[in-house]
C-alpha cells in the first residue's frame, strides 16, 4: 500500500516512518531537504505551499496521512500558514489525485479553540477535512512524548534539579510516540472510522503526578511548583526575549496550559479492537531520558 505522508521529517514523522518499515506500507514522503535513502520510503522534495510538489507526492498512493503542522509560530499568520492553509492544499491534492482514505493528525487542543490561536487554527484544519468528502479519520493526540523530542526536554532537566515547573493544578495524559505511530500506520490502512479520535496511554494524572513520574525518569525526587496564569505569561515574555523564535513557552501556550483537563475524552478513544496503547508511562519516560543523556541533552 502506497501512502502519501506530510510531516515525515519530524517528531512523530520519524516515528512512523520507523514504523512503516517491514509493516507493507510504502510511502511517499514530502521534504524540504534532502534525506538519506531508505527502503520503503521515497522522498518527494517540496513544501505544502508548493501545489506541483504536492501533486508529485499524492500521485499513485492510495492513503494519505497528514502529519505536518505548525505548534509555534510568531503570530496568527504563521498558524494560519502551516495548520490551516497547509491542510487545505494536502486535502485538495488528495482529491485531485483520486485518494479516498485521508488521516489528520490535529491536537487536543483544537477541542477548546478559544484558547490559542494554535488550537484554533487546528480546529479550523479539521472543519476542512471533515467538509472534504474524503474517508478521513482525525485523530487529536495529548501530549506526545519520546526519544528524539524537544518539547520535553525543559521539563525533564528542571525535573534532574529536583523541580517540576507546572500551571495551575489540572490534569492530563500523555502518549508515547511509538504507540502514536502505530496508530497512524494502522488507521490509514483501515476503512474509516469517519471520526474525531482522542489519544493518550489511558492513565490520567495531575500535574504533580507527573512531576512525580518525570522524577522518577531521571532518578530524583522532585517538588512541583504550580505557577498562576500570570507568572506563566511573565515566563513566556522572558523566553522568548531569551530565545527568539526557539523560546517553548509562549503567550500563545499558556492560554492552554491553564486549562484544568488535557485527557482524552473516553467515548472518542480508538475502539479498543482497532489499536491500544502498549508503552507505560513508566517506561517511556525512562526511555526519553535515556535517549536524552545518551545523546548529551540531559
Known amino acids: 500500500m502506497i501512502v502519501a505522508v506530510t510531516g515525515a521529517t519530524g517528531f512523530v514523522g520519524r516515528a512512523v516512518v520507523d514504523r512503516a518499515a517491514g509493516s507493507g506500507l510504502s510511502l511517499r514522503a514530502l521534504t524540504r531537504r534532502a534525506q ?29 496521512l497528514h502529519i505536518a503542522g505548525v505548534v509555534n509560530a510568531p503570530d496568527r499568520d504563521g498558524f494560519v500558514a502551516g495548520n490551516i492553509e497547509g491542510t487545505r492544499a494536502m486535502v485538495e491534492a488528495a482529491k485531485a489525485a483520486g485518494i479516498r482514505r485521508f488521516v489528520h493528525v490535529s491536537s487536543l487542543s483544537a477541542r477548546e479553540p478559544g484558547l490559542s490561536v494554535y488550537g484554533w487554527s487546528k480546529r479550523e484544519a479539521e472543519d476542512i477535512v471533515m467538509d472534504s468528502g474524503l474517508d478521513w479519520t482525525i485523530v487529536r493526540p495529548s501530549g506526545i512524548y519520546g526519544p528524539h523530542d524537544t518539547e520535553w526536554l525543559d ?53 504533580a503526578e507527573l512531576a512525580q513520574a518525570m522524577g522518577a525518569a531521571v532518578g530524583r525526587r522532585v517538588m512541583a511548583l504550580h505557577l498562576p496564569k500570570g507568572l506563566l505569561q511573565l515566563g513566556a515574555r522572558i523566553d522568548r526575549r531569551l530565545r527568539g523564535k ?42 526519553t531520558a535515556r535517549w536524552y543523556r545518551a545523546n548529551g541533552l540531559l
Open 155 to 207: 521539563v525533564f532537566r528542571t525535573a534532574r534539579l529536583g523541580l517540576a515547573l507546572m500551571p495551575p493544578p489540572g490534569r492530563l495524559s500523555l502518549i508515547a510516540v511509538e504507540d502514536f505511530a502505530r496508530l497512524l500506520t494502522t488507521l490509514v490502512a483501515a476503512d474509516g472510522p469517519r471520526s474525531v479520535l482522542e489519544v493518550d496511554d489511558g492513565q490520567a494524572l495531575t500535574h
Open 246 to 287: 526557539g523560546a517553548k513557552l509562549t503567550p500563545d501556550r499558556v492560554g492552554y496550559l491553564c486549562h484544568p483537563d488535557w485527557t482524552a475524552d473516553p467515548a472518542k478513544r480508538p475502539d479498543p479492537a482497532l489499536w491500544e496503547p502498549a508503552i507505560t508511562l513508566a517506561k517511556g519516560l525512562a526511555d
Open 36 to 64: 538519506p535513502s531508505r527502503a520503503g520510503i521515497t522522498w518527494i522534495a517540496g513544501a505544502l505551499d508548493k501545489p506541483e510538489s504536492l501533486a508529485t507526492l499524492v500521485e499513485g498512493a492510495e492513503a494519505a
